[in-house]
């Protein structure tokens, strides 16, 4: 267990419907980066939050968007959902700053299939 | 840019052999990271290792250790007496400290099956 919670563990959705996918960073951890997996694809790098703020975008659609709360939990909005948009979800977590501490430890994912 | 190369997209070996999977990346930085990450038909992402570049101790996790060739830039991943759970995708990590945004940048992944 790594100590990053992401729910639901499973969604199953229409297409052009809206979903939101929800992630706890670990215990003392600033930084929360998404992912997206495809089958059988490498991770694909989406945002990172740090502390509340965006720290860097990577191959992420208009539709999608995210944030980060004060509690440091993270939220991935997805909207205007397309078959193509199924995938696995990761939300990953990492202190940010201190050499012992640059490792991104990743939650279970959250499985969505848009039918 | 940074980049890390897998060459080897499947392996496959007996239960209870040696396997070594290859990683090489380019980078012009001094000091990074470098992960190996396992991810088993679950899907769950798991780290399994990691080395610091200043640093030149192979690290070793129980039956995972890594074979660090700095200057080939060249990061394999050694398994043990290796078990049927060790089946996975492996994936090889790269990340720059000095990058602010302290992101990975991914291998491809080699898929390893492990046989009865």
């Known amino acids: 267990d790594s100590g990053v919670t992401q729910t639901p563990k499973h969604l199953i959705t229409a297409t052009g419907q809206r979903v939101t996918l929800r992630c706890s960073p670990r215990s003392g951890d600033l930084s929360v980066y998404w992912y997206q997996q495809s089958l059988d694809q490498g991770l694909q790098f989406l945002i990172q939050y740090y502390n509340g703020e965006e720290r860097a975008k990577g191959n992420i659609l208009e539709r999608f968007s995210a944030q980060q709360f004060p509690d440091l939990h993270s939220e991935l909005n997805l909207s205007s959902l397309e078959l193509g948009d199924s995938a696995l979800y990761f939300c990953?977590?990492?202190?940010?700053?201190?050499?012992?501490?640059?490792?991104?430890?990743f939650g279970p994912g959250t499985r969505l299939t848009v039918l | 840019a940074q980049t890390v190369t897998q060459s080897q997209p499947e392996m496959s070996v007996q239960e209870a052999e040696t396997v070594t999977l290859s990683c090489t990346y380019d980078?012009?930085?001094?000091?990074?990271?470098l992960f190996w990450y396992k991810q088993p038909p679950s899907r769950q992402m798991i780290l399994v290792i990691r080395?610091?570049?200043?640093k030149q101790q192979n690290a070793t996790e129980n039956r995972f250790s890594v074979n660090f060739q700095k200057a080939a830039k060249s990061f394999s991943l050694k398994i043990s007496d290796s078990q049927l759970g060790d089946t996975a995708m492996y994936f090889c990590?790269?990340?720059?400290?000095?990058?602010?945004?302290?992101?990975?940048?991914w291998g491809a992944g080699t898929k390893l099956i492990i046989k009865p």
């Open positions: 990590a790269f990340m720059n400290p000095m990058d602010s945004n302290y992101q990975l940048i």
């Open positions: 980078t012009s930085e001094s000091n990074y990271y």
């Open positions: 990953a977590s990492s202190v940010v700053g201190g050499a012992s501490t640059d490792t991104q430890y």
């Open positions: 080395q610091e570049a200043y």
